[in-house]
């Protein structure tokens, strides 16, 4: 029965994962996983969330299942969270959430309503973007197009060549996907004026937003991370939004995500989400509990809310900070490239500017593991590290 399969290759960066896990080099430098580290390389638990699992293991009174849509109650949690506690837009009864597991799972979850019910829709994303956005929407049978986003020539952003190819291949009924921000894998993130721009073409066009917000609170804040998605949200009539809790609550595992999705009317906004529904039951018919009952039980809490707040600040200015002091250090070993843009990206992630050589060198001599298009987890860099990046990508470039 299985004669006829032959085997294809894996994820590029998982297997990069491994081969730094194998590696017996002392300095070796994991800078390709996609999770926040600390100064010692571990992936921590987060005090507010560890306490909310001792409530939790004191208070849980049941394992049964929870729900298509999850617990009732976070989806409240998922719009504040994205769209701001007090907006308007979530009393008028227009939003609606799901709770998903993970971001990904609300990305297959809006593949699979697109393709049963959007005819002949195309979705758009930046070139490049998540490695797995395209995965996600081609097993729902959706087109995916590309429109020019990163420059590698100023490492910087080509927003007036995006917009060209969107004003004239991009058709009525088309789904444009934007990264909230901290764009994963380049971290040159939108400006609130081309926030404006996208808005007033998303609605001269036709088009239907989708927003993959992954990284909320890891660029410059928790509310400024997602004011150009809000400005859309106010401005649109439509709206799909996938969002994470992975990320900033540092709960990867246990698969907690949100979609929401924003019609004209409550009564649109109803009918859409019985689909949704629909869709939900034929995948994995109702998500997991753990996550959301942490993230819930913080968010209910205003001392653990607080607390959650300042160790997402923590992470942040860590993030940055590390930016900061890469871009000195690279500067002060000599090397002939500049890399001062590395301080104006923004999230765990830079688009380094080396060469695919230049990785390769980085990784066959140095032990120093990039993906092979240049992308940097910049929280896999370290006090103690640095110093033998900064040296050993200076040998390299010259």
């Not at 939004?241 to 907690?256: D, L, M, P, Q, T």
């Not at 409550?266 to 997991?288: L, T, V």
């Not at 959301?292 to 997402?312: C, D, F, G, Q, R």
């Amino acid at each position: 029965m299985f004669k006829h399969l032959k085997a294809v290759s894996g994820d590029p960066l998982l297997a990069l994962i491994v081969a730094h896990k194998q590696d017996l080099n002392p300095k070796k430098i994991d800078l390709g996983v996609g999770v926040y580290k600390n100064d010692h390389g571990d992936t921590p638990i987060l005090n507010s969330v560890k306490k909310a699992e001792a409530i939790l293991l004191e208070q849980e009174e049941s394992k049964s299942y929870l729900g298509i849509y999850g617990a009732a109650e976070f989806e409240t949690v998922i719009q504040n969270l994205v769209f701001g506690e007090g907006n308007p837009l979530i009393t008028s009864g227009r939003i609606r959430s799901t709770q998903t597991p993970g971001g990904t799972g609300a990305l297959k979850v809006a593949a699979d309503f697109i393709s049963a019910n959007l005819k002949n829709a195309r979705l758009w994303v930046s070139d490049p973007t998540w490695g797995n956005h395209e995965s996600i929407f081609n097993s729902a049978g959706v087109e995916v197009k590309s429109y020019p986003y990163y420059n590698p020539e100023t490492n910087g952003l080509r927003f007036e060549e995006m917009m060209a190819t969107l004003r004239a291949e991009a058709k009525e009924g088309d789904v444009l996907l934007v990264h909230a921000c901290c764009h994963n894998p380049t971290g040159i993130d939108l400006q609130p004026e081309h926030w404006n721009i996208i808005t007033d073409f998303i609605n001269e066009r036709g088009l239907l937003p989708l927003v993959d917000a992954a990284y909320q609170g890891f660029g410059d804040g928790l509310d400024a991370d997602l004011a150009g998605l809000r400005h859309m949200a106010a401005n649109v009539k439509s709206m799909l939004v996938a969002n994470s809790f992975s990320k900033n609550f540092g709960i990867y595992r246990e698969r907690c995500g949100g979609l929401s999705i924003l019609a004209e009317t409550k009564e649109e906004a109803n009918a859409a989400f019985s689909i949704i529904g629909q869709a939900i039951r034929a995948n994995y018919s109702m998500p997991p509990a753990h996550g959301a009952a942490v993230v819930y039980t913080i968010m209910s809490s205003p001392e653990l809310k607080a607390e959650w707040e300042i160790e997402v600040a923590g992470m942040r200015n860590r993030i940055n900070g590390l930016r900061d002091k890469l871009v000195t250090k690279l500067a002060a070993s000599g090397v002939s490239k500049d890399f001062s843009f590395i301080k104006n990206q923004r999230g765990m992630f830079s688009y380094s500017g080396l060469t695919l050589e230049q990785v390769h060198t980085l990784r066959n001599d140095y032990s120093i593991y990039i993906a092979d298009s240049g992308r940097m987890s910049i929280s896999g860099v370290s006090d103690n590290n640095i110093d033998y990046l900064c040296e050993s990508i200076a040998k390299v470039v010259g």
